[in-house]
């Protein structure tokens, strides 16, 4: 049950191809090499390394044996230089815990936690092959009785943890892991943002005055978490978020598999909470009018996503009991149309890798693998058309992007808080954490980076954003509107060869072609993947695009710190022609993150009068209350002036860019 790759990214296929040469490598290949080095090695005098599963600028995660029990396990490694990184570390210690100490069928389990002597961190966790709950839905309409079967067991699981005192604060389908069968085994992973009364585990047997690891992982007013998932509580704080959050949670996933679409959709990621926190809930008749469920079972869905906590069943146990008594009112095989295949298509997934294509990342906080679009609460069309049962719902909004920020942080006007929240590109999970940003392995070309971008904020100059025109109508036989489409299949076809080559076209063809979100997400993986292969469109990322090309540079420096790709766009920002092509919130953007501790105070100004959700991702960073005060991204902690800062990026930012 581990992440994926988020920085120096790579991938390797967890079983050898069938021609018996080596699995599959894509990625940053100089990381690949050092991680292949551990290969064999023994971890802890117990843990022999077998497979390369995935792997990033966080650590690596392999197939491991025990050496004297010969039992087959997914370990991973955190490097050495996280140590630094007080919130990754923590949140790799709860997923140690709660797997450790919840013993229940229904909840992935760690088998040990450790430091090794170079001062990196491993985990080890249970070797279960299987998928998320998100790719089951994906694969197609899934039969009521089926859908109660696995909620009812998420809901054992919850039950346990619960019990013990800890709250899962992310239950979403990609944080469910089935095993399909009869009966779909199903776990409950990732508890990297549990609320975890960790004083209640301490061993007797620590000396007094030890420090103890805190319960709570994020500041006052920061909430974070799968929105389509979120609880309405959730805006004051991730202090109101209780077990009955979790049930919530767990109530918009019974919707979605009754309904074949979530209770919810907005045109952003605001709306959408918007929504959860103030609209009733609409009957699956509305949502889908072609679904047929009973109304009993209809109404334990309703329940679980009552507005108000107290109005929802008072435990796990109690919607258990509401879920058995439901069941009795289904006929044998109630369903909306026949179910396809399930096993058609359908990928097994080792707990502690991730599906060989399309290539996911090693995700900073989760510990187990996702499924290959892990987005939730997908946007209207697009969900609809993939949803459990085929069904469009009636007045779908217009489509949008499925692609949405690798971090935002987004004002909450009704609330008065902000939270972060975390987003994904097909296959890959953000860099960065709910409330904490991506591992800032920020390239030496910084102090560089910051004068420049001073100079030009200070000047108010900057190249004219807007590239040439361009010269030519086709290249390779096809017009920039065919290579769009050919870019945008780039993640469901794993076919990065020819997203890059449709990029370089489009650098020929239409210097606006990075102007949607999609295409930009592409572009910054591709640019990932080649490494030092991809300098031709890391070049035309800085000079054909305009501001849209530098956004991706932007994104390749600040969360992809340890690839190749991100030391060459930190070189390129660092260039006044380059820079001076963005926009001023970037310009802004790369000063605050480059400057020297000392320095940043002043630059608070310009953040106030041209920053963005990416210079309120770093000062959220700042005010963080795991962070050492005295030195990096949390040098500013406590700084009344950034929270005078924070709150005014709050009330511009309405919604991610």
């Known amino acids: 049950m581990l992440g994926r790759p988020v920085k120096g990214e790579a991938v390797v296929q967890d079983e050898p191809s069938s021609d018996g040469q080596e699995p599959k490598v894509t990625g940053d290949l100089a990381a690949i090499e050092r991680a292949k080095k ?29 050496v004297h029990m010969r039992k087959r396990v997914a370990i991973k490694l955190l490097h050495p230089d996280m ?6 570390v923590a949140r790799f210690e709860r997923e140690a815990i709660v797997g450790a100490h919840v013993e229940h069928p229904n909840i992935a389990s760690a088998r040990d936690f450790g430091k090794l002597p170079d001062g990196s961190h491993y985990l080890v966790l249970e070797f279960v092959r299987g998928v998320t709950l998100r790719q089951l839905i994906h694969q197609g309409s899934i039969s009521t009785r089926r859908a109660v079967r696995i909620v009812r067991q998420i809901a054992e699981g919850l039950g346990a943890v619960h019990a013990r005192g800890i709250v899962h604060r992310d239950v979403a389908p990609r944080n469910i892991m089935v095993v399909p069968g009869q009966d779909d085994h199903v776990k409950v992973i990732d508890f990297g943002f549990a609320k975890v009364p960790v004083e209640k585990f301490a061993a007797m047997s620590i000396p007094q ?26 805006v004051v704080g991730m202090k109101a978020v209780t077990a009955a959050s979790d049930l919530y949670a767990l109530g918009s996933i019974l919707y979605e598999l009754l309904a074949g679409v979530p209770p919810f959709e907005g045109e952003s990621q605001a709306a959408l909470f918007l929504q959860h926190r103030t609209e009733p809930v609409p009957r699956i008749s509305t949502r889908a009018p072609h679904v047929r469920v009973p109304e009993s079972l209809e109404a334990v869905a309703r329940r679980l ?14 919607l258990i009991a509401a879920l058995d008594s439901a069941m009795n009112d289904l006929e044998p095989d109630t369903r909306s149309m026949p179910p396809p295949d399930r096993n058609h298509g359908l990928k097994l997934t080792v707990i502690g890798a991730e599906p060989p294509s399309p290539l996911p990342r ?42 949405p920020l690798v971090l935002g942080l987004l004002a909450l006007a009704a609330g008065g808080g902000y939270f972060a929240y975390r987003y994904v590109m097909p296959g890959a999970e953000p860099s960065a954490a709910a409330s904490t940003p991506a591992a800032s392995n920020v390239p030496a070309v910084s102090a560089r980076a910051s004068s420049t971008a001073a100079a030009l904020v200070a000047s108010d100059s ?18 920039a509107e065919a290579w769009k489409r050919i870019v945008r299949q780039a993640p469901s076809t794993n076919n990065y060869e020819r997203a890059f080559e449709g990029l370089l076209a489009l650098a020929e063809l239409d210097a606006t072609a ?41 994104e390749l420096w600040s969360k992809r710190g340890g690839s190749k790709s991100a030391e060459v766009a930190g070189q390129l920002l660092s260039q006044p022609e380059v820079l001076g092509r963005g926009t001023p919130a970037l310009r802004v953007a790369v000063e605050l993150r480059a400057a020297a501790c000392a320095d940043k105070v002043k630059v608070l100004e310009k953040v106030r009068k041209d920053g963005d959700a990416r210079a309120l991702a770093l000062l959220v960073a700042a005010r963080a209350p795991e962070c050492d005060a005295t030195s990096g ?25």
Do not use: W
């Open 462 to 479: 900057a190249v004219s954003a807007t590239p040439a025109a361009p010269t030519v109508s086709a290249v390779g036989g096809h017009d």
């Open 633 to 657: 991204e949390c040098c500013m902690q406590g700084n009344p002036d950034v929270e005078n800062t924070v709150r005014e990026l709050v009330k511009k930012t309405e919604s991610p860019r």
């Open 514 to 554: 990075l102007s949607t979100f999609e295409l930009r997400t592409v572009a910054l993986e591709t640019a990932v993947r080649f490494g030092e292969r991809g300098a031709k469109l890391t070049d035309a990322l800085a000079s054909r695009f305009g501001s849209d090309g530098i956004d991706v540079l932007y």
């Open 305 to 318: 996503l009552a507005k108000r906590p107290e109005e929802r069943f008072g435990s796990a146990k109690e």
């Open 209 to 234: 005055g030890t420090p103890i690891m805190p319960s709570e992982i994020t500041s006052p007013g920061v909430i974070f978490g799968t929105i389509g998932y979120l609880a309405p509580e959730a």
């Open 362 to 403: 090693f995700e900073d906080v989760a510990e187990v693998t996702f499924d290959d679009e892990p987005i939730e609460a997908p946007p209207p069309a697009e969900k609809s058309a993939r949803s459990v049962r085929s069904v469009k719902p009636q007045n779908a909004p217009a489509k949008r992007s499925s692609l």
């Open 83 to 88: 140590e630094g990184l007080p919130g990754l």
């Open 38 to 66: 551990l290969v064999g090695t023994v971890v802890s005098d117990r843990y022999r390394l077998h497979n390369l599963l995935a792997m990033g600028g966080m650590g690596a995660v392999f197939t491991a044996e025990h």
